[in-house]
């Protein structure tokens, strides 16, 4: 009973990380619509990779939206009707330079904002530098307060 129980949980256990992969039909395209998907493919991130773009992933989600979008290609869909219907489905983050507008700004011009500040902060570092030397610097003592100072100690 054990041995049986064991092989049913064994065989449950490989059903479930089994890849069950369905193949889908060759979709034919014609030589201008095999050259707009091989130009649009890298402009998309996969989705699981995210550092790689559909063109060079392997990730069984990336074939798929690989397929999704050669269906798309096949339909007649220009690249930016595309482009439109897969940022609406996946959010912006399926494209590899996002468009700049309210909800991108912040991605295009952060890094910009954050060498300035930095630019900033070096510049008044130094600058402070600059004063704490001319307050230690014999020539900047005041004259009236040392001669003062030695008279009192006369």
Not at 25 to 37: D, G, H, K, Y
Not at 59 to 72: G, I, Q, S
Not at 137 to 153: F, G, H, M, R, Y
Request: a positive charge; aromatic letters at 6%.
């Amino acid at each position: 009973m054990k041995r049986l129980v064991a092989a049913l949980f064994a065989g449950l256990l490989l059903a479930a990380h089994a890849q069950v992969t369905v193949e889908k039909p060759e979709i034919p395209l014609s030589v201008e619509q095999e050259a707009r998907l091989a130009e649009l493919l890298p402009d998309l991130r996969c989705l699981v990779c995210q550092n790689e773009s559909l063109a060079e992933s392997r990730a069984p989600l990336a074939l798929d939206l690989k397929y999704e979008v050669r269906e798309l290609v096949a339909s007649g869909k220009s690249p930016t009707e595309i482009k439109r219907y897969l940022t609406d489905r996946y959010g912006d983050f399926v494209l590899f330079r996002p468009p700049f507008d309210a909800r991108t700004w912040l991605l295009w011009l952060g890094p910009f904002a954050l060498v300035l500040v930095a630019l900033l902060v070096l510049l008044r570092q130094i600058r402070g530098g600059k004063r704490e030397l001319a307050a230690t610097n014999p020539k900047a003592v005041d004259k009236a307060a040392l001669k003062k100072l030695l008279e009192e100690a006369k």
